[in-house]
């Protein structure tokens, strides 16, 4: 027990000196006392992991989740090879990599679901071929009867253009928005020759209008980015709870009179065996490292020892 004190105390110190630090001396720092194992243990390595990964999240500006990804993902290689041994570490920078692409994943799908509910439709388009529309009265075959402009034809009479059908026809706009989208068609020469009127601050061009997506785009990472710092938060709980998680399943894993073996066991381990031993008689043997010269005892031994006269060793 006492070879986890050192770790724990040199957790909080860095946990306190993040506030003080950028980002990048945080993540050296961190790497630096994974590399002299000063942070050890697979709680404090996760707390750690957890802590500094939801600080490359909240302070990194991201254009969209994919830079996202890629800062988590190097940070986490970063961590991962500074002490390999420490499976937790990769396994808090997996955990948190999946988060984000469930995020992107759920914001994808959402976007995909708005689509127009009307389309718009301009006069050009509405209309083809103006031609069309137009009333041809051959001369030749018709004869003026009187002064009333009303003619009489030799021949068929024309036919005028029928009403216009609903997918040919010109649909008035109905809104504001309708009549800003409905713009007047830009002449090319116009632009060649510098109008005036031609420019980025111009309502004919939608070089206004560019800066919007751009917002738009950084809203919706924001809004995932808070999504995602939720969910750290929640790993965190989670580490925080995990030894009592494990060691309210020890009533059902050690039955009466078994024979559990431990090699040198983690705060965890001792939990789950001290909660087993509060309503059940078991023997537990503990291996571990050769006894220092000061100790005949492993400090192991002596916690489970000294919690229950029920557990044997």
């Excluded at 770790?7 to 980002?23: I, P, W």
């Excluded at 994919?66 to 808090?92: F, S, W, Y």
């Amino acid at each position: 027990m006492s070879s986890v004190k050192p770790s724990l105390s040199e957790l909080e110190r860095y946990l306190k000196s993040l506030k003080g630090k950028t980002l990048e001396a945080s993540i050296d720092s961190l790497i630096s006392l994974l590399k002299r194992r000063q942070i050890s243990g697979a709680e404090p390595c996760a707390v750690a992991t957890a802590h500094i990964l939801l600080q490359v999240v909240a302070k990194t500006r991201f254009q969209d989740v994919d830079q996202m990804l890629e800062k988590v993902q190097q940070v986490g290689c970063r961590l991962v090879a500074a002490q390999p041994k420490e499976l937790v570490v990769g396994n808090i920078v997996r955990r948190v990599l999946g988060l984000i692409r469930d995020e992107a994943a759920e914001d994808r799908n959402d976007g995909g679901d708005e689509t127009p509910s009307d389309v718009q439709m301009t006069p050009t388009a509405a209309v083809a071929d103006a031609s069309k529309l137009e009333h041809h009265w051959p001369p030749s075959t018709y004869t003026k009867q009187d002064a009333g402009a009303d003619y009489i034809s030799s021949g068929p009479r024309p036919v005028r253009p029928g009403a216009l059908t609903s997918a040919s026809s010109f649909s008035v706009p109905k809104t504001l928005l309708s009549l800003l989208e409905a713009a007047p068609t830009v002449d090319v020469h116009s632009i060649a020759s510098g109008s005036p009127y031609i420019g980025t601050g111009s309502p004919y061009i939608g070089g206004s209008g560019v800066s919007t997506p751009m917002r738009g785009q950084q809203t919706r990472v924001n809004a995932i980015r808070a999504e995602i710092i939720d969910g750290i938060e929640e790993i965190k709980d989670e580490i925080s709870q995990v030894d009592d998680q494990i060691a309210s399943a020890a009533e059902v894993q050690i039955h009466p009179m078994d024979y559990v073996l431990v090699h040198q066991p983690s705060a965890t381990v001792q939990k789950f065996i001290l909660r087993a031993a509060a309503k059940r008689r078991f023997t537990v043997l503990i291996a571990t490292e050769a006894p220092r010269a000061s100790s005949d005892e492993p400090p192991s031994c002596s916690a489970l020892g000294r919690c229950s006269p029920m557990a044997a060793s």
